[in-house]
């Protein structure tokens, strides 16, 4: 069970972004210097936050990528999601009712309670991921870290 | 972000090995009678949950699989983890600490906030499975099934 590895990327360049002045953006190629990071591949997968609305693209010579929604409104859970960590875990193939032991249709109207069980558990790591927004995430670095990123990068 | 295809396999045959009479065993041939599931693949993963405690093996012409606890020590989390499931989703490779904008080391002693909510949600995760035992699973079940189970597997 893995999340794919930009998943750190994205978590990381979004925090970094919304640290930068209002209206400053950053483009792919700045943020994989920044974090070292393989630039056409960091580029695509920023491209999905902005299909996701967490970011936005402005093109043009200052052209580059800022937070497409204010940091109170960016969960974790969004960033996640955007980036192919959006679908459950667990696959139910409903084996109840394949085999000698083959449950009959009807006795399945109801989904089966492990798959049930399965789902309660993904929607509890959703509702941890989505209690948690970027704006909870600035408050919690040290007071120089703000002006550190917006000189390094801006 | 996939478990096991073998997850659902798992959860079916414990339950089903939970509603046996007493001493009763299932091999892992009829296990995969019962859900219509390739044997081979199927006796190597009930292997993993011998090795976990969930499920024992016993030996000789009459032997196979059961309950190695009481339905009510077992929970879905012993299951889900025993066959590939422990690993947290999310991997940190402390890209923070690399690239123009590494943060020196004296500043990383803590780990990352990114890292932390992410082990937050999986330990949602897990605490969502480990609240539901087999005795539970049972307990659900409609009043016909622990019967025709005993027929059709015992």
Redesign the interface.
């Given at each position: 069970?893995?999340?794919p590895?930009s998943?750190?990327?994205l978590?990381?360049c979004a925090?970094?972004l919304a640290q930068l002045e209002p209206g400053a953006t950053a483009s792919a190629a700045r943020l994989?210097?920044?974090?070292?990071?393989p630039a056409a591949a960091l580029a695509k997968q920023l491209q999905a936050l902005v299909r996701a609305g967490v970011l936005a693209a402005t093109t043009g010579p200052r052209g580059g990528f800022r937070l497409g929604r204010r940091p109170e409104d960016v969960t974790?859970l969004d960033i996640?999601e955007a980036v192919?960590?959006a679908?459950s875990?667990?696959?139910?193939?409903e084996?109840?009712q394949?085999?000698?032991?083959?449950l009959p249709p009807e006795?399945c109207r109801d989904a089966c309670?492990?798959a049930v069980?399965?789902h309660?558990?993904?929607?509890?790591?959703?509702?941890?991921?989505a209690a948690?927004t970027l704006a909870d995430?600035l408050t919690?670095?040290?007071e120089w870290a703000v002006g550190r990123?917006r000189s390094?990068?801006g």
């Open positions: 069970m893995k999340l590895v998943t750190e990327w978590l990381h925090t970094t994989a210097e920044y974090y070292d990071l974790l996640v192919g960590g679908a875990p667990y696959e139910c193939r084996i109840r394949q085999g000698k032991g083959a006795t309670v492990l069980k399965m309660e558990a993904h929607q509890a790591w959703r509702t941890s991921l948690t995430v919690s670095l040290p990123t390094k990068l």
